[in-house]
Nanobody, 122 residues
Framework: VQLVESGGGLVQPGGSLTLSCAAS?????MGWFRQAPGKEREFVAAIRWSGGSTLYADSVKGRFTLSGDNDKNTLYLQMNSLNPEDTAVYYC???????????????????WGQGTQVTVSS
């Protein structure tokens, strides 16, 4: 399975942006991570397609929303009220084997996209 992200770009503080991730095959979990310059990669949000359970990092809860279509193997991340601290390369991740729990550890996911840059700046 391959993942292709799109939708990154430059946005002003307080603005919105939607990221997309298209998978070439079946996935059981999909999610987003991000890595800012000089910082470690961090979990953003994830979904388990079975049942539609979602998990969000505290830093984005209430501002970011996951949506998607499992039949089309596509995941979206709607990002609102963006601030400069959201600036990072955003990576789509997927797990191609079934698991009950949604995990925030990147090691849980077996497939990664190439990343898309999101810059929040005035």
């Amino acid at each position: 399975v391959q993942l292709v992200e799109s939708g990154g770009g430059l946005v002003q503080p307080g603005g919105s942006l939607t990221l997309s991730c298209a998978a070439s095959g079946r996935t059981y979990h999909m999610g987003w991570f991000r890595q800012a310059p000089g910082k470690e990669r961090e979990f953003v949000a994830a979904i388990r397609w079975s049942g539609g359970s979602t998990l969000y990092a505290d830093s984005v809860k209430g501002r970011f929303t996951l949506s998607g279509d499992n039949d089309k193997n596509t995941l979206y991340l709607q990002m609102n009220s963006l601030n400069p601290e959201d600036t990072a390369v955003y990576y789509c991740a997927a797990k191609t084997k079934y698991a009950i729990l949604i995990m925030t550890d990147g090691a849980f996911y077996d497939t990664w996209g190439q990343g898309t840059q999101v810059t929040v700046s005035s």
